[in-house]
């Protein structure tokens, strides 16, 4: 091999109008571009310690443990869920798209009893169904998405949260694809562990996923004892001695390096941390009401254009999430060949989608850094040139003028 | 809170001279902060391609199987594990050290059947004593590390892989420390799963750890069936119905992301690939083999300088990594002491040790990056400034001359 052909890393210049990864700020990759230091350095455990202090105010809680787990979003999800679940625990899962899917997968890996509520994709759950569902399989937990990109739906969760601490069942929400672009309330709401990533609305690349856990969520997966690598004596189980089946994802463990004990565990992951941190901080400094406010304002504008354009938006448009808006292909039109023009002509990446909604929409999101009128008009503008080439009827310019008056200009 | 206590990232200039994680190489922290591409963007694609030939040079094989795991090296160790391993497998693990040790934990996590082969801390374990252990055992797997941080130890692995070879075990080794500041021979050595991280020898920050595995691996792990999220009917068992205790580390579901067929699994953690690949293209420029010798020559430089001042070092030297070197805390000096005035006089970082070797040994290491005859000779006269006003005798100068006598000068 001549690693002569390798050259250094020079990515073409995307506008990531997807379901994201989307572009990261530049804010973001700047401070990923900080030196190291250890991982027990005053430095280390002083960003590590304000982390925790600002994902607080993300996801709007005063949970003690908001830390961050070193792998993408998924990570965070299974984290959550092989620390809480023991074999045979009993699992709720509302299924409306594809990420209750992955909820109910990984949970089946942990060893869980798994039921779900099947709701058809793109609608949401009740909290009478959610409640009728609990007093009929009194699970343990329920976990859910809150906004599932696959369908576009964003999930209402303060009723749910409610039904759940009345039957005192632990609730998990996936905020992976939601969080800061829309409203998520984790104490007022009862949420007793949340998990995201940071490629979505926060701004910054995939691989690491923030957490906050209730007290009493603690408290559940802390009941299992706890073993360091051998160091320890004991190995982390529950009562009737189920060994937690990770030890990366193990989180009474994660949480005695991330506490006062900081007891070793993985090595941190250093340049994400400081990623993870700045996404916050951007957030943060521009207002977390702000930041969901532009994200519902340049998803309407979106949306206007593309209703603008002709076409037809898919799914509960009620309860849509501010950032990502479905798209019926239209008749007639091939749908990947116009994503293709649209990234080769140009550079602009649009979503395909998954399952029973592959090849019938589009996905198109705003998020994050993208999150911005220039890049929702120059999407607009784009799409409407490579679908009129393709030959869906629509007036030159209808898409833009439509964001426009959302904008109010 | 007020956020605004929270400045942008501004660490400061560690010289980081532990057993890891290191300083990044500047061109891998450069390279890390490239925009981001979308999850199957061509050029996305092309780089992961790209990252897995680099790769096959590093670890010295012709694997198609060789790849990134998104999370810190101990996130690759359970991929390979908990792919390889179902329920009641016989693992045998020699433990030689604390990461031994993190091998059998891990094992135990899977439900497997784990057998220890226990030599004392620094010694290493010879073909004879683990194929009498294979012999009693008769397991599936042997999983054991090459270089433990923990013991300074390298475990010779050439009459291992023979061994496993003809009794027709699969052979694991943890090469995270080892990788590229010592030989590793995938292919000659007949080791069938290899797993590492950044943040030694390679000069990147922890987050990404490459994985090699084997065509005999690949088979075994792909025996058990597959599944994605619901989306496909099946779940990914062997032929006892043993699901793969985890969805994150399912490697057959990772394979398929990286392969041809590109099924979607978890977005890639594109800024960590970014940064592997870089460390990849650094160490393949300078050529695998003289990255080895620098690290020897450092090594030796720095373990001459230690004796030199006077100092004892830790563990059998005949099988000594050649990136990390132990010292024994002189009798009356309190170590971490001398390891606070280091880091906070001098900025530089010297590790301290765990287990049985806790408050008796500091562990200095020249790695990746770091392996330079300026870190080497200036972390030397710091230590030895340190140690002379906490009470050490040992005449001025001696350490750094006795290095530079290794480095020729």
């Not at 991982?39 to 993300?58: C, F, V």
């Not at 009478?128 to 343990?140: G, N, S, T």
């Not at 996936?174 to 007022?188: F, H, M, P, Y």
């Not at 009737?240 to 070793?264: C, H, K, T, V």
């Amino acid at each position: 091999m001549s690693i002569d052909r390798f050259d250094q890393i020079n990515p073409p210049a995307r506008l990531l109008m997807g379901p994201g990864p989307i572009n990261a700020d530049p804010r973001v990759l700047r401070a990923m571009s900080a030196q190291l230091v250890g991982q027990y350095d005053p430095a280390m455990t002083g960003y590590m310690n304000e982390t925790m202090a600002l994902y607080r105010e993300i996801f709007q809680t005063q949970n003690q443990w908001t830390l961050l787990i070193d792998g993408t979003s998924r990570a965070a999800i299974e984290a959550c869920l092989v620390s809480a679940l023991s074999p045979g625990d009993k699992v709720l899962v509302p299924v409306f798209g594809r990420f209750g899917h992955l909820l109910v997968e990984i949970s089946q890996r942990c060893g869980a009893e798994v039921h779900t509520l099947e709701i058809p994709w793109g609608q949401v759950v009740t909290a009478k169904q959610l409640e009728d569902a609990i007093v009929k399989v009194k699970p343990k937990l329920v976990a859910t998405v809150q906004g599932d990109t696959s369908t576009t739906v964003l999930q209402p969760l303060a009723e749910l949260g409610e039904v759940c601490q009345k039957h005192g069942v632990l609730l998990y929400v996936d905020a992976t694809a939601s969080i800061v672009g829309n409203e998520l309330l984790t104490d007022a709401w009862h949420l007793d562990a949340v998990s995201c990533g940071l490629q979505k609305c926060l701004g910054g690349p995939s691989g690491s996923g923030p957490i906050t856990l209730s007290p009493a969520f603690v408290e559940h997966v802390r009941n299992r004892r706890h073993v360091e690598a051998g160091i320890k004596a004991e190995h982390h189980t529950d009562s009737q001695g189920a060994i937690i089946r990770s030890n990366y994802f193990d989180l009474p463990m994660i949480l005695d390096y991330w506490g006062e004990e900081r007891l070793n565990h993985h090595t941190e992951a250093t340049t994400m941390l400081y990623g993870a941190r700045e996404c916050a901080r951007i957030v943060l400094q521009e207002g977390l009401d702000k930041c969901i406010a532009r994200h519902q304002l340049n998803g309407e504008a979106l949306a206007a254009g593309l209703t603008g354009m002709g076409l037809e938006l898919y799914g509960d448009q009620s309860n849509r999430m501010n950032n990502v808006v479905g798209v019926v292909i239209p008749a007639g039109v091939a749908g990947e060949a116009v994503r293709s023009s649209m990234l080769h002509d140009f550079c602009i990446e649009i979503g395909t989608s998954f399952g029973p909604l592959q090849g019938k929409i589009w996905r198109i999101g705003t998020m994050g850094y993208n999150a911005r009128k220039d890049a929702v008009l120059t999407t607009l503008a784009a799409l409407e040139n490579v679908l009129r080439r393709a030959g869906f009827n629509t007036s030159p310019g209808r898409a833009v003028d439509a964001a426009l008056t959302v904008y109010g200009a």
